[in-house]
């Protein structure tokens, strides 16, 4: 039988210094399907984003992509291989480079593993009206430009190699409710044509009600704790599919 396509964090643990935020967590994104991630400040929820995102290497555990082991980080990885995941997060701020206009912010990851320039064009507008950037936006730089501006971009880049797996990391939290609404149906549309899987992350209980297949509680994965199921995932609530 073969195994449904997913991204894996299997028994992941990662410290700083002598604290420990992930101890020995599994989270499991089928494709196609969407996984709410819920847990108090400070359990570790944005970290796990950026292991899944190979952008952090955990102290033990590995990483998965469709059952591939994935044993480095960022550009270590293969390119074939890291593109499969993007994230989305919080601030557009901290994960905007200011010196760069939004187009140029969209067109970076396609530069970066040396697309044709007239392909990046032709992607970055096709993703730019998809978000809803219009084209006297697109010139600007992001002190030029509302946070929902902002993060409509971050979102256009995120999707800009077509990833596998979308990981949004509050993705929503610092936008006024059009906006919200507006990046939500973004992700669901392209996440039901291109199968994608994706993680929401969220301290809105009814975002992560509505919007979730399942929901993980991370605070409650201790790999010894009384509320595992036998398929290992604490989950609050399954949706039928």
């Known amino acids: 039988m073969t195994s449904t396509p997913h991204l894996l964090a299997d028994e992941v643990t990662v410290g700083y210094g002598r604290q420990v935020v992930l101890d020995r967590v599994t989270v499991r994104i089928d494709r196609g399907e969407t996984v709410g ?3 108090p400040s400070g359990c570790g929820k944005s970290t796990l984003v950026r292991v899944l995102a190979l952008l952090h290497q955990p102290d033990q555990g590995r990483v998965s992509i469709d059952g591939t082991a994935v044993n480095a980080v960022r550009y270590a990885v293969p390119v074939a291989l890291r593109t499969r995941v993007a994230a989305l ?3 557009p701020r901290a994960a905007a480079d200011p010196r760069l206009s939004l187009t140029d ?9 040396r697309t044709p320039e007239a392909a990046v064009r032709e992607r970055v ?10 084209a006297d936006l697109r010139s600007r730089r992001p002190h030029a430009v509302s946070d929902g501006q902002l993060q409509r971009a971050c979102l256009a880049r995120a999707l800009v190699h ?14 006024d409710a059009s906006t919200q609404a507006h990046v939500a149906a973004v992700i669901r549309d392209y996440q039901r044509t291109q199968q994608a899987g994706v993680l929401v992350i969220s ?3 009814t975002l992560l009600e509505r919007w979730s297949d399942r929901i993980v509680d991370l605070a409650a994965r201790h790999p010894h704790g009384p509320d ?9 609530r399954r949706r039928p599919r």
């Open 89 to 91: 997060f919080q601030s």
């Open 162 to 175: 077509r990833p596998d797996y979308l990981l949004c990391d509050e993705a929503t939290a610092m936008l």
């Open 125 to 134: 507008t096709e993703l730019a009206d998809l978000v809803g950037l219009t």
């Open 203 to 205: 301290h809105d209980q």
């Open 228 to 236: 595992l199921p036998a398929d290992g995932f604490p989950l609050s």
């Open 37 to 39: 991630l819920r847990g």
């Open 105 to 113: 912010l969209i067109a970076e990851p396609l530069r970066a593993t």
